[in-house]
């Protein structure tokens, strides 16, 4: 490929002559729009033609640093972990929107309990798999085959709005929970592998942040189209419109980097992973059972979802119109993204010492959670399954609406906080790529498995009082466990340690493969290049 500048009268023409034989489109579509979101400038006169052409006489070839710009940049932990929070924006993001509606924008919440019961009943299994699976299979093929059952998910909402049979929906949820335990323990595996060890909150926070912007705009999307309605469930074109956003989120895991080729902020390169062997990993995969440190992190991954049931079912949609569910949703979500950026900021840079970022975090938000659910608490005593209130409008009820608004907001508020916070916790374990995407597989399975039995203490109609103080106990008693792990696992290594540390899990034989070389940048002195053997 050769950029030149002919010469031409004034307004100046930029060309771009492809010469034979020319790229496959999609390479080109990667360097040219993602090199662009990566920060790249494109002139605004930039014309691309497609020639068999040679340069002739009246070009001057332009510099190639242009095109080596965009490849940096595609490589870097900054654009990845972007791109795969824009892939989740698309898939859980909505399905976020579309849960977060309650009962799954139905009139009853028996097929959405149903379906999410076994959804994250088969999620729990497969978020344990996910990480060996993601490990065997690499990021491609795990990813697009993960989000592909988000499309059926919503797809059998919309045949349950015409056929009120349950079957399909709980098919489907099952579905789901397998694809979404493969997505979410690669995207966790990323996310807290890529980044240094000064910077894991921040890009924690980036990924949350554009995953939370789904749910923001998801919520937007039933707002607008339920604006006018009187039904009081949702219509179909609100289920069609997710369906396309998932599909193309489900298209976006074929424009990821190979995790081998990411380079990290210091310049180190991340583990280089031969894919691993069956065997291997459901050994490994059983030891975290008898990992010391998983233990101690179970109730907090059991508490980490538990929660949404009650939530979404018992506040959202049992005080609030159709509309103003919607409404709710994009501050709901909106509010996880302000948590996510501000516990990633507290635990990057409150204290020099790791484990003391650690302490500040949990005591903040140990303090957040009592007055949270207290609030909570205060707005359920004024109503119960058994005596509901009349339906609040954002627009109809005036004053009405602000409490429990605010009240809704800030649940949000704390549930990005606190799975920032597991998943820095989860990140400061260890950089090895193939370890982590085993923890976070354990954290999204367990975490799975406590929701799948939240879907179902609702179905049973368990009272609304008794599912909040379940759910306040079960996160307070996760906090000195938090403590206690933070404490024995997490050691204060600086970026210059980690960085040498990078340096040697790259050279340590078994986590390469061939003759591949990498940059290995040393502080105090030039750089070097070595082979990994």
């Known amino acids: ?34 090199g662009v979101l990566g920060g790249g400038v494109i002139p605004s006169k930039l014309i691309l033609q497609v020639s068999a052409m040679g340069a002739d006489s009246s070009s001057v070839p332009l510099s190639s640093s242009f095109i080596t710009s965009l490849r940096k940049r595609y490589y870097t932990p900054f654009f990845q972990i972007t791109l795969i929070g824009l892939v989740c924006f698309c898939c859980p993001g909505m399905f976020n929107a579309l849960n977060g509606m309650g009962a799954g924008g139905q009139i009853s919440s028996s097929a959405a309990n149903n379906a999410n019961t076994a959804l994250y009943a088969t999620f729990a299994v497969f978020g344990l798999l996910g990480g060996g699976i993601y490990n065997i299979l690499g990021p491609h093929v795990t990813l697009l085959f993960g989000c592909s059952f988000y499309v059926l998910y919503v797809g059998s909402f919309l045949y349950y709005n015409h056929h009120t049979e349950q079957t399909f929906v709980i098919v489907a949820g099952a579905l789901l929970g397998l694809g979404a335990g493969l997505l979410w323990a690669g995207q966790g595996a990323m996310m807290t592998a890529y980044p240094t060890e000064d ?21 937007f999307i039933p707002f607008a189209l339920n604006y006018h309605s009187s039904f009081a469930r949702v219509n179909d074109g609100t289920y069609i419109a997710f369906m396309i956003i998932m599909s193309i989120g489900a298209l976006l895991t074929l424009a990821l980097a190979s995790p081998h080729k990411v380079i990290r902020d210091d310049g180190s390169r991340v583990t280089l992973v031969r894919y691993s062997r069956v065997s291997l990993e459901v050994w490994e995969i059983l030891k975290l059972f008898a990992d010391w440190k998983m233990l101690l992190l179970v109730p907090a991954c059991w508490a980490s979802n538990y929660f949404y049931t009650y939530q979404f079912n018992n506040v959202n949609d049992a005080l609030f119109t159709v509309r103003t569910r919607g409404l709710n949703n994009v501050f709901y979500w909106g509010a996880q993204m302000v948590g996510s950026i501000s516990m990633g900021y507290l635990l990057d840079h409150c204290s020099r010492s790791r484990r003391r970022r650690g302490y500040v975090g949990v005591t903040l938000l140990a303090i957040l959670s009592i007055a949270i659910w207290g609030g909570g608490l205060a707005n359920q005593l004024r109503y119960s399954r058994n005596k509901p209130q009349p339906k609040i409008d954002f627009k109809d009820s005036g004053s009405k609406y602000g409490g429990p608004f605010v009240l809704y907001f800030c649940y949000g508020l704390l549930d990005s906080m606190y799975q920032t916070l597991c998943y820095w916790v989860i990140g400061v374990l260890t950089d090895n790529l193939q370890t982590l995407s085993r923890y976070s597989g354990f954290y999204k399975g367990v975490q799975s498995a406590g929701a799948a039995v939240a879907w179902q203490v609702d179905e049973h109609n368990v009272s609304f009082l008794s599912e909040l103080i379940l759910n306040w106990g079960l996160m307070t008693f996760s906090f000195p466990l938090l403590l206690i792990l933070i404490s024995l696992a997490v050691k204060d290594t600086t970026p210059s340690q980690q960085h040498h540390e990078s340096a040697f899990q790259k050279e340590a034989p078994g986590n390469a493969e061939g003759k591949d070389e990498a940059d290995v940048k040393d502080k105090s002195g030039p750089v070097e290049k070595r082979s990994a053997p």
């Open 1 to 34: 490929t050769t950029l030149r500048r002919s010469r031409c009268p004034a307004p100046l023409t930029k060309t771009l002559t492809l010469l034979t034989p020319p790229p496959s489109p999609s390479h080109f579509f990667c360097v040219h729009f993602f």
């Open 199 to 219: 910077r894991k909150g921040m890009y924690i926070s980036l990924f949350w942040t554009v995953f939370n912007l789904g749910g923001v705009v998801g919520g």
